[in-house]
């Protein structure tokens, strides 16, 4: 797993760097102790646990105490969860991420979707804002009484150097459902957070932030992670008790390390699908992963006031 400097250095700057977009907050978004966050969502979700800079700025300035995340992010996801289904119709990968927040039981849930939807245009809309009701009320359905919701806005498309072509008319799409879940997040109670990418001063810096202009790196990711701390928590960080972020941070990528062999075990075709009565008797330790993650978890925890 990659790492890249601290993004909490950039705070201070960007807190009175702010644009308008982020000038006027909603209500602070009530933490409370002990709460379980699962991130569920496209490839924005699931590459941050490789990164960590997210987690990592939530869980220094989250005000509440033992507040863990678990990354049920998987690439290409939309709210019909049709990339999930494997080797199964979509239907099934829909009804397994329904099962896995069940697992997990979760108080606050975080949502990340539209950026691949939004290439199916405007017309879409009413649709896709239909099923994202039905995501998350399935969801949470499966999670903690009274579980709360946040939807993070997808972020638009940076302009790559040629032969790759400008993405202005994407962008005004992705613009369209931004919008679009900004309205939709009061109707289902969930807090909504105008996510941006961050911005390039010139062309070698731009290719530091990203990819290919969408899926963004370790750099990326840090310089995003303001934007939950200014919407979700507190810009003073909690003080560390040992150690250093560094070392936070990797133990915060060990975690998101366990908990994805635990969730998606790379065998799982041998283990629990078609090929099951070769390698299946192998399923039972997967189950052994919990107690390592739990044990992570503890120690992330205790390193904070």
Known sequence: MLTCRMPLALLAGWFFATTNAFAVQPPAFEWKDDDKVVLIGGTVIEREQNYGHWELALTRHIPAKNVTFRNLGWSGDTVWAESRG???????????????????????????????????????????????????????????????????GPMDILPMPAPLPKPDSYNTQIAAYRDAIRQFAPTVNATFVPMAMPKAENTKELLELTDNGQHLTSEGYARTAPQLVLALAQKSPKKLKSGDEASLQQTILKKNELFFHRHRPQNVTYLFLFRKHEQGNNAVDIPKFDPLVADLEKQIGSSLD
């Open 86 to 152: 494997i080797f199964d119709a979509p239907e099934q990968g829909y009804a397994k991420l329904i099962e896995l927040v069940k697992e997990q039981k979760p108080t606050v849930l975080i949502f990340g979707y539209g950026q691949v939807e939004a290439s199916n245009g405007p017309s879409r809309i009413p649709v896709f804002l239909q099923q994202y009701k039905k995501i998350i009320n399935d969801c949470k359905a499966g999670s903690a009484p009274g579980a709360r919701v946040i939807l993070l």
